[in-house]
């Protein structure tokens, strides 16, 4: 059992697809051999594949289906897309080409259908999904692991892996339905996102919120009632989870996309349907969908029209640090104003 659960809310409407965010977790967590492949973090286009390739689609068929937890099988290398190195050495130190390229054609990798539109012009549509490890209060890589090498923190609801316990077998993996359980071939171990927990215990936020420069990311506890995890999932309603069908009851909530309106057939605004189609995006959220974007319109038209609305405020993020509550620690800079646990 857990004590109270650290937890994310995404605002899908500031993300601008900069990969900041990808960047940071990278360069921080997973820079070593095995490690090449994964994401921790990641950010896809929408409508889209991602990353790996269909995850949906095994998705669909893994995490908790009827009180049962399911299997979706494994993806193939493919899905992922096999890393290919630049030819540095001939270019830059024997002179024998003239252009860096990469030594092998990729068929397929991160980011393959980046800004790929769906649609029809001019009523095309396309925004971005920044994802990572949801630290389920119900996690089906904690229930599929055999040797229990997977555990959830009583103080902070963090998931983890027990590297001295993990056997490799790979059934998380399977049973993961966001695929943001990872296999490093070189260690034969299970890797996935920590949340930056050693930031998180020196109150710094983890490392794919802290760098975003779009303001698009909460971090907190859901049990503090003062913090904006708790206004936006419990007391607004608008912050969702991602496939909330898989049955994980996710930690990480997204506020769903608004794009502009459509355009009709003499090039003005049509506000009778909007640019994302509904059943997209109850496809991604689930019905509760509907309510939440009713509430971020309505409360949108009171901050056009000069009222005041607290759900935009917070939602603007114009003091960076009403970003980030984690309670019972402080966020103390230095004297040359960096901060601990910061990269």
């Known amino acids: 059992m857990t004590t109270r659960q650290v937890a994310m809310v995404i605002d899908l409407n500031k993300c ?73 050495e001939a270019v830059y130190f024997k002179g024998t080409e003239e252009r860096l390229e990469r030594e092998e054609k990729m068929a397929y990798g991160p980011n393959w259908h980046e ?20 630290h389920c209060t119900k996690p089906a890589c904690l229930e599929a692991c055999p040797v229990r090498a997977i555990y959830k923190r009583e ?40 949340f930056c927990f050693p930031r998180i215990e020196q109150g710094v936020a983890p490392a794919c919120a802290r760098q975003c420069p779009g303001r698009l990311r909460f971090v907190g506890f859901l049990e503090d009632k003062d913090g904006p995890i708790d206004k936006l999932v419990n007391q607004w309603k608008v912050a969702l989870p991602l496939h909330p069908e898989y049955g994980t009851e996710p930690n990480v909530y ?45 409360e949108l038209e009171k901050k056009q029209a000069g009222k005041p609305s607290e759900l935009m405020d917070l939602l603007i993020a114009k003091d960076w640090k009403s970003l980030f509550n ?18």
């Open 254 to 298: 997204y506020i769903p996309p608004i794009l502009p309106p459509r355009f009709d057939a003499e090039g003005k605004f049509d506000e009778s349907e909007p640019r994302v189609p509904m059943e997209y995006v109850r496809y991604l959220f689930g019905p509760q969908v509907d309510s939440a974007l009713i509430t971020i319109h309505e």
């Open 16 to 88: 601008i697809g900069c990969q900041a965010c990808t960047a940071a977790c990278k360069s921080l967590w997973t820079d070593e051999p095995g490690q090449e492949y994964m994401l921790w973090n990641n950010v896809e286009t929408k409508p889209g594949p991602g990353y790996p390739k269909a995850w949906e689609e095994r998705g669909a068929r893994s995490g908790w289906k009827d009180g049962a937890l399911q299997y979706g099988g494994l993806h193939e290398d493919g899905d992922y897309g096999k890393p290919s190195p630049l030819n540095h």
């Open 115 to 134: 800004d790929s539109s769906s649609g029809t012009y001019p009523n095309n549509y396309h925004f971005y999904l920044p994802r990572l490890c949801n």
């Open 155 to 194: 103080q902070d609801g963090i998931v983890l892996v027990d590297q001295d316990k993990c056997q490799g077998f790979r059934l998380c993996n399977q049973a993961c339905p966001y695929d943001k359980v990872y296999f490093n071939y070189v260690k034969r171990k299970t890797e996935k996102c920590i």
């Open 326 to 343: 984690i309670p019972d620690v402080q966020v103390a800079s230095t004297l040359d104003g960096t901060f601990p646990g910061l990269t």
